[in-house]
């Protein structure tokens, strides 16, 4: 009976066993890759398989799973990098450079330390790039530095499994004393285009005024013209109304057919009119010498009609 007891215990323990190791096994077989993200296998020491994102069984013991590698896109920002203009001006530029995982296998066993080694490959190509550049062109040239770094940063990383999908010049530091001459040509460069403007500004002023001048002569001349042409249009009225006018009495006259009294108190009244200018000599027309006769008739005629 204790023989058989023993057994027992012997045979649950060996199935306890097997049972863990079953489930060591299992657990060291199955691999679950995350979304983003790729791991690579090797077995007994060399590339075995990409494993993608999913659920995966390797074989234990023989297979080793590198730690994932993500295929996002990732940013490095290098810290400044002392740099030496065609004009021999030192400066320090600072990169930021967008890259992103394009084959795991190239990107494991390609380069060693690939972080490390686009560092070093910007620095050298900033350098070879802004050594051919003059400090103003360099500060005016960012788009063309960044498309210059790109394109050969690209090229040199293929072999490494990294594709370089933008670079920036993130700061361009200058020393101080560039500073300081670049602040005062920016301060004259204001101040230049600040005098031309004021001149401009003037000269438009100038322009505007001469040209209301010349609007207010020229309509000043306008009115002053209008206003002669209406005082000789109603001057010509008038004349030709007072002609009309004398016409008219002339032919009522003439129609009336006047006697010879009213033709000789018409002589006297001209005459009149006559000895009031300025003349000093009058002479007198025959037909009026029978004067003092006609005013004798007409005093005449005049004691007659008064009342006794």
């Known amino acids: 009976m204790y023989n058989l007891l023993a057994n027992t215990e012997t045979v649950i323990t060996i199935v306890v066993v097997l049972a863990v190791l079953l489930i060591i096994f299992f657990s060291a077989s199955v691999k679950i890759v995350r979304q983003g993200t790729t791991v690579i296998v090797e077995r007994l020491g060399k590339y075995h398989k990409t494993l993608d994102t999913g659920f995966h069984i390797i074989l234990p013991f023989f297979d080793k799973a590198k730690p994932p590698i993500s295929l996002k896109e990732r940013v490095a920002d290098f810290p400044p990098q002392p740099i030496i203009t065609k004009d021999n001006v030192t400066m320090k530029i600072d990169t930021v450079v967008y890259f992103q995982v394009t084959d795991p296998k190239l990107y494991l066993y390609g380069v060693e330390r ?158 009149k009119a006559v000895a009031d200018g300025k003349a000093t000599k009058i002479i007198i027309p025959s037909e009026i010498q029978n004067v003092a006769s006609l005013v004798a008739s007409v005093k005449e005629v005049a004691d007659t009609d008064k009342p006794e």
Request: charged share 35%; glycine share 4%; proline share 3%.
């Open 114 to 271: 690939p972080i490390s080694a686009i560092e070093n490959l910007t620095a050298t190509t900033l350098r070879n790039i802004v050594g051919e550049l003059e400090l103003d062109a360099t500060l005016t040239s960012r788009d063309t530095v960044n498309v210059r770094m790109r394109q050969i940063l690209d090229e040199a990383t293929d072999a490494w499994g990294i594709k370089v999908n933008r670079v920036e010049l993130k700061n361009i530091d200058p020393p101080a004393a560039i500073r300081d001459a670049m602040e005062k040509q920016m301060r004259a460069e204001r101040e230049r285009r600040e005098a031309i403007l004021l001149a401009e500004g003037e000269k438009k002023s100038s322009i505007l005024r001469a040209e209301g001048e010349k609007q207010s002569t020229i309509l000043r001349a306008e009115a002053q013209k209008e206003a002669e042409i209406l005082k000789a249009e109603a001057k010509k009225a008038s004349l030709i109304a007072e002609a009309e006018g004398q016409a008219q009495a002339i032919k009522k006259i003439i129609e009336a057919e006047p006697d010879k009294a009213y033709i000789t108190l018409q002589s006297l009244e001209a005459l």
